[in-house]
């Protein structure tokens, strides 16, 4: 059976005997023999079942499993128990401060050897609390090894000297040995003071032989500080307590020089090692900043007394005693220690981390402080160069600008007009000087804006006026038929073209005349607004204005494109009529006028224009007027106004009478005051329909409705 192994006879019955102890048998059968455990692993002798499987073999106690094979465990490691493989990977680790006396140790009572430098808390317990030991105290040593029961492991340090640690009895960091022998005792190194501006500082542990020792110098003028940690007794500890981090000057790190110090060579030691020293910085200089009062600059290394920028000074040392906090002056080492503490000389400004001269138009009077900036020079005005340190260097005049000719041109500067420049820079302003005033633009021409400062800029025409193909390049009043728009771009000088007339077509006898008026404009006209047709149809069919006098035939004028034609080529042609079924030598009619400078006038109607000029129906628009002595001959009168005494106030009575054609006054030239106005109409001229055209002509001089 499983369990078991088979035992033959020769004398009778074969047996069965138990697999004994580390062997197992899984099988049935006749095996003379049990299987062996894996190497180093044993049966467990406290279990007494059968041993049937590879499970009955364990991880022996002292022992651990290594991956592959069982180890030992290492001396200051123990381990209890048989177990399996899975809960033997590790051994235990002894209590702090304890070791075994060899491997393969199997109970924590094997850690019952002292480590040294530690000693037992009980001398009864030891490891079966926790923590067991702990490191020997000071004015004491603990050798360590396997001790007695009742032996705690600590011997007494009382002989030692006053303040010495038992680490091979030596002198700690930052501190030195007084004297030498019994009389001696451990001590800090001195810090220096303001009187005695000598620090020091000590970097090893310092074996005691019992003569004195020394710190190491920082440099002269250079302070230390208590700044580094040293997990030790106090020197005056008696080794009851806990220790604790003191700080000591213990590197060159706790060396350190004052705000506003610099700290450079002083000599090189035989081991070729820089030995420092503390300067103080002088003035127009700044050393180490800091912004407390108790700011400090620590390590030994060269720090440089900074020079303060160019363009900048420090104050004298009365004046920063006086405020320290102003002046960034450190009252204890009688020095400057930021860059702020540099204030700009006249004719700078401090930007970023350094002064600069006030730049071309710009100034600063004074000495101020590091933050103060130039003032820029009153309008119009400039200086000579950079640098400048008075409002009185701005006395250049800026391109584009003028000043009068006064006792006090600074007074009123101001900008060129519109229509002038000035082109050199850097004027004198001199006192009733006429030089002070800009230059006109040539050839009529005006500026876009004020301060031109140069002739390029005139380059606009005033409204009403441009360039023509005979006006070689100057701006001249836009002749009729033209504008100068004052919304033109710079540039864009010449007159322009007012847009064309709609053609007007008339039907009669089965044929379409067509007629396009020229279009004209007063001289000097700013719109398109104000363009109109030369020659406008204000009626239609067989209505006509009736003239018993000055009415002319344009014998050989048989077309109305003819007639108009007479009509322009005669300077006192009013308005014309063409009959398209009259005789050929009275087709054509025009009305002319009866003389000039006469206080008797008439005044037709014509249509207004909008963007695209057109002719209106009657009962709109303004005038075309002619003075006329024989005006009363025209049209049939229709009202007498009795209540418009002035020019405009008859023709704005015809312009709200849509039968009104035309208006006859006579007026006082001086005043312009109306002596009569009469509202004139068309009549019918025959009975036959769409055979005359009556168009009035339109002049340069036009009365606004």
């Known amino acids: 059976m499983p369990g078991y192994r088979y035992i033959p006879s020769t004398a009778g019955q074969p047996t069965a005997a138990r697999c004994p102890a580390n062997t197992f048998s899984a099988y049935t059968g006749r095996q003379a023999r049990c299987s062996p455990c894996p190497a180093g692993m044993k049966t467990d002798p406290n279990e007494n079942g059968l041993r049937t499987s590879a499970g009955v073999c364990k991880v022996p106690p002292g022992w651990f499993w290594a991956g592959t094979a069982v180890a030992r465990c290492p001396k200051g490691e123990y381990r209890i128990g048989y177990v399996d493989t899975a809960a033997a990977y590790s051994c235990q680790r002894c209590p702090a401060g304890t070791t075994t006396q060899h491997a393969n140790s199997t109970s924590l009572s094997h850690c019952n050897v002292l480590l040294r430098g530690y000693h037992w808390l009980s001398t009864t317990d030891k490891m079966q609390q926790t923590p067991a030991t702990e490191i020997c105290p000071q004015n004491s040593y603990c050798p360590g090894g396997l001790t007695p029961e009742s032996d705690s492991g600590m011997v007494s340090c009382s002989t030692i000297a006053t303040g010495l640690w038992t680490k091979g009895l030596v002198i700690p960091p930052g501190h030195y040995f007084t004297a030498a022998g019994s009389s001696g005792a451990v001590a800090k190194c001195p810090n220096g003071d303001a009187d005695t501006p000598n620090g020091f500082y000590q970097p090893e542990w310092v074996q005691y032989n019992g003569a004195a020792t020394t710190c190491t110098a920082c440099g002269a003028g250079i302070l230390s500080d208590d700044k580094e940690p040293l997990s030790i007794y106090d020197v005056s500890d008696d080794g009851s307590g806990a220790p604790a981090a003191k700080l000591v000057p213990k590197t060159d790190q706790s060396c350190y020089i004052l705000r506003g110090q610099g700290m450079v060579v002083a000599a090189v030691s035989d081991l070729g090692k820089p030995l420092y020293k503390a300067v103080i910085c002088g003035n127009n200089q700044f050393g180490a900043s800091g912004d407390a ?405 339109v002049t340069s001089v036009t009365f606004a409705s």
Not at 483 to 501: D, E, F, I, K, M
Not at 549 to 561: R, W
Not at 608 to 624: D, L, R, Y
Not at 632 to 652: D, F, K, M, Y
Request: glycine share 10%; with cysteine; aromatic share 8%.
């Open 293 to 697: 009062t108790d700011d400090v600059s620590y390590g030994l290394g060269v720090q440089i007394c900074h020079d303060c920028p160019t363009g900048t000074v420090t104050v004298d040392a009365t004046t920063a005693a006086s405020n320290p906090d102003k002046y960034h002056y450190d009252t204890s080492s009688g020095a400057f220690y930021s860059p702020e503490a540099c204030i700009t000389l006249p004719g700078y400004q401090y930007i970023g981390n350094s002064a600069t001269p006030c730049p071309k138009g710009w100034y600063n009077p004074a000495v101020g402080d590091s933050a103060s900036k130039c003032s820029e020079c009153p309008d119009g005005t400039t200086t000579a160069g950079m640098g400048s340190k008075s409002i009185d260097d701005c006395a250049l005049l800026l391109l584009g600008w003028q000043y009068p000719y006064t006792a006090d041109p600074y007074a009123s500067l101001s900008l060129c007009d519109i229509g002038s420049y000035y082109a050199k820079s850097d004027r004198d302003i001199k006192v009733n000087s006429v030089e002070g005033k800009c230059t006109l633009c040539p050839d009529g021409k005006m500026t876009s804006e004020t301060g031109a400062s140069d002739v390029t800029q005139c380059d606009v025409c005033p409204a009403g006026k441009g360039t023509t193909s005979t006006s070689n390049g100057a701006c001249v009043t836009c002749p009729s038929g033209t504008y100068g728009s004052s919304s033109r771009a710079p540039s864009q000088l010449s007159c322009q073209a007012c847009p064309t007339a709609i053609p007007y077509s008339f039907a009669y006898g089965g044929d379409l005349n067509v007629f396009t008026s020229p279009v004209v404009s007063q001289e000097g006209s700013t719109s398109a607004s104000l363009c109109m047709p030369e020659f406008a149809q204000v009626e239609n069919g067989d209505w006509k204005l009736s003239s018993s006098g000055s009415m002319q035939a344009a014998v050989g004028a048989v077309n109305l494109l003819a007639c108009v034609e007479a009509c322009r080529s005669t300077s006192s042609c009013q308005f014309l009529t063409f009959d398209y079924a009259a005789a050929d030598e009275t087709k054509c009619k025009l009305r002319v006028g009866g003389g000039t400078g006469s206080t008797s006038a008439i005044a037709y109607k014509i249509m207004p224009t909008s963007g695209i000029v057109q002719a209106q129906g009657m009962g709109f628009g303004g005038f075309s007027a002619w003075g006329d002595a024989n005006a009363a001959e025209v049209g049939t009168v229709t009202q007498v106004v009795t209540n418009s005494p002035t020019i405009g106030g008859c023709l704005t009575t015809c312009n709200t009478a849509s039968t009104c054609a035309a208006v006859h006054f006579t007026y006082d030239v001086a005043g312009q005051s109306i002596a009569s106005c009469s509202l004139l109409a068309g009549e019918v001229s025959n009975t036959n329909t769409q055979r005359t055209l009556v168009h009035t002509r």
